[in-house]
């Protein structure tokens, strides 16, 4: 049976497919295949595929690898399409098409022509989170905002547009979502005062079919004044512009680097939007919104059904843009279609996905500090408002006063490294950064194409916990609790992937790739690849035998705050220096690694 | 009275195409040897709240109980909201950029000053120009001290605990520059 459904769509892939968004939504249902960064448009990063089970992965090896032969962070994973993997790297993000049949052998090799000067207005790593397919092409999404489409087959270029301006520091590291006969594109930019935005390309030319601003007037952020819902109430006129001050809005950030999810029944495409510019609260009074923000929009039009604020005025720089993992559940007896989402402020939310209704907003590791929860109460005027502890408010604090002990630290309790959901046993797996901050806001000026930051920050482990900087955790979304917790040394910057053989796969910034039980968390199986591993585990079958890869290169964020090691400046002098150095366990380097079983 | 040339001038004088000092060759993470000898750290005097060398190049002043001078502190804060997203906390480096706090001492102030303003280039290792950024270049002094304390070990890793008052003429500097 599955031979025969890798045997169909090869043949679709030949013909050059001219639905072939009906057909991306079939390919997904294929575990044979990885045919979206996120697994299927639910972004649950669940596998069907079961011959590596929790009783035998203890005896997985390596099979094959491949350098990718550029150094830099290496975020995102491959794909496989039919007996291709489709495989890229960060800037210069160079793609190459593997032909599985011959071990890998390279059919072509696609590197861009970009202007170096793109690289400095990347803050934090030329990290680039994977291309995408559909409809017989190859969609990567270069550093420079060029949106290209490659011919699967060839690699040949059928069309490219441009979607910013790196002069003004807008650039890409994210991936791209194709839905029915568009692509979905975001953008970063948040710490150069970009104003952020997503676009429908569509994928016959390339032509521009809608594009929504995070915030400006109503025409801008395609939002309904009467229509678009927030928490239950219309958004109003101006939603866009009355919560900043003058024409601030149009240096506001909340852009949209995260990962994009898909409800095809609804029609709607589900999004967050990341942290207002600058990083200084004193500058920018009022809500911010629509930043720090969960979106609901038409796959067709672009226009809002649904807004939710996570964290209006941001304080901390917990950008909004990670993954919203759609699934549905039981909840009081009723099947209820649900979005999951786990937050970079350290709130693990679940929503009714149709109707933006908040169900659950816990924290989703115990050190966070800077609220004590989400208003519930639909009475109040605060509902839906986290409550903020003045201790911890680098606004109440003030300008040029040094607020300390703030957990979570910037990077969040997560940042985009996405969770798996297995609808098996009914539990999110999450990679988590367990650190905390201090944090001084300044006044800072704008100007066009430089870092818009204003505030320094110094970032540790925290404090009275394990000592590490991150967890692994199992979370029960619909009761918004925490089922097991493995403490790791370093942030887990890796995506997860859980699959029918009750196993759930990350990778640590060490380079090791792991197995755990699904139930339990209980460690089956570890290797340590020539990287840290901030890339995203993926599998597949080839000749009906299943594998599982994952991209090491350490680098990215993770590389940058964690590479010397972190320091507590509250501990005193004794404790300085006295947290792991992530220099001391592993070295650039781009690589595959692929493990099965043995024959 | 004697002045180390501000940033500024510096930048205009690059930006003229007159000819500036040689920049050092290496910006990677060569190794500071602290008991060797460096012309551009001793203070020689002070001038409304700032330190230099003989030499007139700008430098840090700890003192014996650790307190330290305002731009020290000063540049720890501008370090830790300009540099340290690619050069680490602390100037330690990272996976992406060098160890910069060895930079400002192994390169020459106005070798330093060059490249902070008009960037450079090494293949895929890009340092940006932040020639038009005030943020940077009204508190580019402040950096350079704070990360060549950084790189003789005159200082720890972290926030210094303890910083004389901002001196007025500092004040009057930066609110003319910041506009």
Not at chain 1, 174 to 194: Q, R, Y
Not at chain 1, 257 to 270: H, I, K, T
Request: negative net charge; glycine residues 10%.
């Amino acid at each position: 049976m599955k031979k025969l459904f890798a045997l169909t769509s090869g043949i679709a892939l030949c013909a050059g497919m001219a639905s072939a968004n009906e057909n991306l939504s079939q390919m997904m249902e294929d575990p044979g295949q990885w045919v979206i960064q996120t697994g299927d448009y639910k972004n649950q990063r669940y596998s069907k595929l079961d011959q590596i089970n929790k009783d035998n992965v203890g005896d997985l090896q390596v099979a094959w690898t491949m350098s990718t032969g550029v150094l830099r962070g290496h975020e995102g994973s491959p794909l496989v399409i039919g007996d291709t993997m489709y495989l890229h790297t960060p800037f210069p993000n160079i793609v190459y098409a593997l032909d599985l049949n011959e071990d890998g052998k390279i059919k072509w090799k696609y590197e861009p022509k970009q202007d170096p000067d793109v690289i400095p207005v990347m803050c934090c790593d030329t990290v680039n989170r994977g291309v995408a397919y559909a409809d017989g092409k190859i969609f990567l999404h270069q550093a420079d905002t060029t949106v290209v489409a490659l011919n699967a087959e060839t690699g040949e270029v059928e069309w490219s547009v441009v979607n910013g301006d790196p002069s003004k520091g807008e650039t890409n590291t994210a991936t791209v979502m194709p839905v029915k006969d568009k692509v979905i594109v975001g953008i970063s930019g948040g710490e150069f005062g970009v104003r952020g935005h997503v676009t429908a390309y569509n994928i016959a030319d390339g032509s521009v079919a809608w594009r929504a601003y995070s915030m400006g007037p109503d025409e801008d952020i395609l939002m309904d004044p009467e229509n678009t819902m927030n928490l239950g109430k219309p958004v109003g006129e101006n939603s866009g512009t009355n919560t900043w001050e003058g024409d601030q809005w149009m240096i506001g950030g909340g852009t949209t680097w995260g990962w994009y999810s898909y409800d095809p029944e609804e029609n709607l495409v589900y999004y967050g939007t990341g942290n207002p510019s600058t990083w200084n609260p004193a500058q920018r009074p009022g809500d911010n919104r629509w930043s720090m923000t969960i979106m609901a929009r038409d796959a067709d039009t672009g226009m809002a059904k649904w807004v939710y604020q996570m964290t209006p005025h941001d304080e901390w720089d917990y950008d909004g843009v990670n993954e919203m993992i759609l699934t549905e559940q039981t909840i009081d007896g009723e099947e209820r279609k649900l979005l999951t989402h786990f937050d970079r402020n350290g709130l693990g939310y679940t929503l009714d996905r149709v109707t933006g209704e908040l169900l659950v907003a816990e924290k989703f590791d115990p050190a966070v500090n800077w609220t004590t929860g989400v208003v519930m109460d639909k009475e109040s005027p605060d509902y839906g408002r986290p409550q903020v502890v003045a201790q911890y408010s680098t606004e109440q604090q003030g300008e040029d006063v040094n607020s300390t002990g703030i957990c979570p630290a910037a990077l969040g309790t997560k940042d985009q490294q996405p969770a798996a959901y297995s609808p098996d046993t009914e539990l999110f797996y999450v990679p988590t950064n367990h650190v905390c901050m201090d944090y001084e806001p300044f006044r800072v000026s704008y100007t066009a194409g430089q870092p818009y930051v204003g505030a320094t920050l110094a970032m540790y482990p925290a404090p009275d916990s394990h000592g590490g900087m991150g967890n692994f955790i199992a979370w029960d979304g619909k009761k918004g609790e925490i089922k097991w917790s493995i403490p790791e040394q370093f942030s887990v910057w890796s995506g997860a992937l859980a699959t029918a053989g009750n196993v759930v796969f990350y990778g640590t910034l060490e380079g090791y790739l792991k197995a755990v039980d699904a139930e339990t968390g209980d460690e089956l199986y570890k290797f340590k690849t020539p990287s840290g591993i901030i890339g995203n585990v993926m599998t597949y079958t080839h000749e009906d035998k299943q594998y599982v890869g994952i991209l090491s290169g350490v680098g990215g964020w993770a590389g940058i705050g964690l590479a010397a090691g972190l320091t507590n400046p509250n501990d005193g002098l004794g404790a300085v220096g006295g947290y792991a150095a992530l220099s001391d366990y592993t070295a650039l380097g781009g690589q595959l690694t692929v493990f099965a079983l043995p024959n | 009275m004697k002045r180390a040339a501000s940033p500024i001038l510096v930048a205009a004088i690059l930006a003229l195409g007159l000819p500036a000092v040689a920049s050092a060759q290496s910006w990677s993470d060569q190794p500071v040897d602290i008991s060797a000898d460096h012309p551009e750290v001793a203070s020689s005097y002070e001038d409304g709240g700032k330190y230099f060398t003989a030499d007139d190049v700008p430098t840090f002043n700890i003192k014996e109980d650790g307190t330290v001078d305002w731009l020290t502190f000063s540049g720890f804060r501008r370090y830790h909201s300009e540099c340290h997203v690619c050069h680490g906390p602390d100037g330690e480096g990272s996976t992406y950029a060098p160890k910069i706090k060895n930079s400002a001492v192994n390169m020459d102030y106005y070798a330093f000053v060059d490249t902070v303003v008009n960037g450079r280039a090494n293949g895929n290792s890009v340092m940006p120009h932040f020639g038009d950024n005030q943020n940077v270049m009204c508190y580019l002094d402040d950096i350079y001290v704070y990360l060549k304390a950084r790189g003789m070990d005159a200082i720890p890793r972290g926030r210094p605990a303890k910083k004389e008052a901002k001196s007025d003429l500092v004040q009057e500097n930066e609110n003319a520059c910041m506009g």
